[in-house]
């Protein structure tokens, strides 16, 4: 059976090179939470937006706290410089909605505390040595809270999405598609094995390894994720009032919720709107379709005829090479991506169109499998074979069950350091505030 890259090999990257790494990463996620943070005043960052978000103040001192957890105390074995405020700023210990009501710490404290962490972790870096243990080999922990505050900034981007008020946020538009459009409508990814998950990517998390074999068989993929005229085209079919299409769950979620349309969308004048980071437009025809449940994406696909591919048919779309029968880091190749492979690092605010990044494409001419929108699978989200919980099992193994379905492939609300070919994502079935679409797939 064939292998997985192994990046590091291929790179020649050194201890010097994975500090600058490292760097370079914490860097660029801080200067993210603090544009997420400073766009606006104490008041908004005190405010809890939804019951569904944290307030932004204790997002910005959870990176804190938890980059002190592991870097400072787990790593370098130092005292908590803070021990009353660790069980303020556990996840687990106090749900979303009642975060508000702690004693939090203020804007200024929040920002001096996580300052005051990241300037030791620096410190750190400059002398640990990047192996030698698992929390250390690859720099894997300081790549770990990296990725940890890049996710925590997609969080906070969906409080900005949720936020009523005057836009804070900018970004220039996608540019257009460049180069000729897909050839179909859908692709033929051919049967057999190939290699899932890595054992080799050095910041990849504890649900991604281990490396395993897969067996599929033939199956048809869309090229490109399902957009918003195509969403519209089940709307306006009745398809939110079809019983047949829906899930008994979804059918009990939609009816007990009114709801009729993808989150943010309303009517007016005949015409279909959308609110974006605080400003109103038309929705977008050619634009993958976002803010939709996993239930209405597997509606969606029961109404045209199809069915949302599995989590092992989406990474064989994404990773395996059929002329080299190797897994890639992306469907594109093993570079790290750049702005023509895929929409991420919210450089913009909104999905590329339909079609976009053909240089992102996979060998089989899927396209932008990575970025622009979270994708919905079918699958529920399980560990794989040998899967070992690691550093801690609240990052993935309490979460493994029936109750939460996989997304991949990533949004452009992710930073590149959070995502990768094997990267998993996952999320309760109801999720509509997420920077959520999806693409279809059926059986050759």
Known sequence: MTTETHPETETGTGTGRLRERAVAALTAARARTAALTDAV?????????????????????HIGNQEELWLLRNVAGRASMHPEIDPLYDAFEHPRAER???????????????AKVRGRVFDLLEHTPLEGTPLLDG?????????????????????????????????????????????AAEVLVPGGPFTMGTSAEPWSLDNERPAHTRDTAPFWID????????????????????????????????????IGAPLFWHREGGQWLRRRFGVTEPV????????????????YARWAGRRLPTETEWEKAARYDPATGRSRRYPWGDADPTPA???????????????????????????????????????????YPGFR????????????????????????????????????????????QIFSGFRTARDA
């Open 341 to 383: 492979h895929a929409n991420l690092g919210q450089r913009h605010l909104r999905p590329s169109r339909a079609g976009a990044h053909p240089a992102g494409a996979s060998p089989l001419g899927v396209r932008q499998l990575i970025g622009d929108v979270w994708e919905w699978t079918s699958s529920d989200f399980l560990p």
């Open 139 to 183: 720099g894997f922990a300081f790549g770990m809270i990296a990725q940890h505050e890049q996710q925590h900034d997609e969080t906070m981007l969906i409080t900005h999405q949720l936020r009523a008020g005057a836009p804070v946020l900018t970004a220039p538009d996608p540019e257009p598609p460049q180069g000729p459009p897909p050839a």
């Open 284 to 299: 977008p025809e050619d634009e993958p379709v976002l803010h939709v449940s996993w239930y209405e994406a597997d509606a």
């Open 389 to 432: 919980a690691f550093p801690y099992r609240e990052y993935s193994e309490v979460f493994f069950g029936p109750e939460h379905k996989v997304l991949r492939g990533g949004s452009f609300a992710v930073d590149p350091v959070a995502c990768r070919g094997t990267f998993r994502n996952w999320d309760l079935p109801v999720r509509r």
């Open 41 to 61: 005043d104490d008041r908004d960052l005190t405010a809890q937006h939804s019951p569904l978000m944290s307030p932004l103040v204790w997002d910005l001192a």
């Open 223 to 258: 090229t490109v994720p399902v957009t918003c005229g195509a969403f519209r085209a089940f709307m306006d079919d009745g398809g939110y009032g079809e019983r047949r299409w829906w899930a008994d769950a979804g059918w009990e979620q939609i009816r007990t919720h009114g």
């Open 100 to 114: 508000p009501k702690l004693p939090l710490l203020g804007p200024g404290a929040a920002r001096s505390y996580a």
